[in-house]
T-cell receptor, first 116, second 113 residues
Framework: DVKVTQSSRYLVKRTGEKVFLECVQD?????MFWYRQDPGLGLRLIYF???????EKGDIPEGYSVSREKKERFSLILESASTNQTSMYLC???????????????FGPGTRLTVT | AQSVTQLGSHVSVSEGALVLLRCNYS??????LFWYVQYPNQGLQLLLK??????LVKGINGFEAEFKKSETSFHLTKPSAHMSDAAEYFC???????????FGTGTRLQVFP
């Protein structure tokens, strides 16, 4: 079974703090994703990585950065947390679609971040 | 560009009743389509997916969905709702060029006894 783990289930941080959210997958997937989920807005893509050290901005990258130094690990960084970044953060991974003939993404359990 | 529309942000049914969650998509290429379920305070779990071939797809927990190209739809159904089906459901379409999934805004299913 594919396993995607996230470093924390719940996190409370103060405004202005630097926040690191870690994601690890154990299936040797090339692709990794960070989403945020807010009521009524569904899942919005923050950043996408298709290889080590490679990244691509998603729909809402402002205020976030990412790091992928190893294939299995993808980190989301909030340089200076703000209250409007209070949200559920979901990490996912997938193989290269056309090679696997599948675009299925595998999700971690999520991190509920509160910024006060 | 691909997009997904889920009609109805909230759906309520009685236990034992039919569940119907609607999803319409737009795609410039033959789509791969997905339904995911999210239980409270958890990540997303794949319910079922359509890639190619048979247009009626069966998934876990008794759910199924039918790909209708002419209607650009991929509605999710279950003949008899169970209390444990209460969750949020997301429809998604693949972007073949980038490996991304485009998600709908979700439908929250409530099941009443």
């Amino acid at each position: 079974d594919v396993k995607v783990t996230q470093s924390s289930r719940y996190l409370v941080k103060r405004t202005g703090e630097k926040v690191f959210l870690e994601c690890v997958q154990d299936m040797d997937h090339e692709n990794m994703f960070w989403y945020r989920q807010d009521p009524g807005l569904g899942l919005r893509l923050i950043y996408f990585s298709y290889d080590v050290k490679m990244k691509e901005k998603g729909d809402i990258p402002e205020g976030y950065s990412v790091s992928r130094e190893k294939k299995e690990r993808f980190s989301l960084i909030l340089e200076s947390a703000s209250t409007n970044q209070t949200s559920m953060y979901l990490c996912a991974s997938s193989p290269i679609g056309y090679r696997a003939n599948s675009y299925e993404q595998y999700f971690g359990p999520g991190t509920r971040l509160t910024v006060t | 560009a691909q997009s997904v529309t889920q009609l109805g942000s909230h759906v309520s049914v009685s236990e034992g009743a039919l569940v119907l969650l609607r999803c319409n998509y737009s795609s410039s290429v033959p789509p791969y389509l997905f339904w995911y379920v999210q239980y409270p305070n958890q990540g997303l779990q794949l319910l079922l997916k359509y890639t190619t071939g048979a247009t009626l797809v069966k998934g876990i927990n008794g759910f199924e969905a039918e790909f209708k190209k002419s209607e650009t739809s991929f509605h999710l159904t279950k003949p008899s709702a169970h209390m444990s089906d209460a969750a949020e459901y997301f429809c998604a379409v693949s972007d073949h060029y980038t490996d991304k999934l485009i998600f709908g805004t979700g439908t929250r299913l409530q099941v009443f006894p």
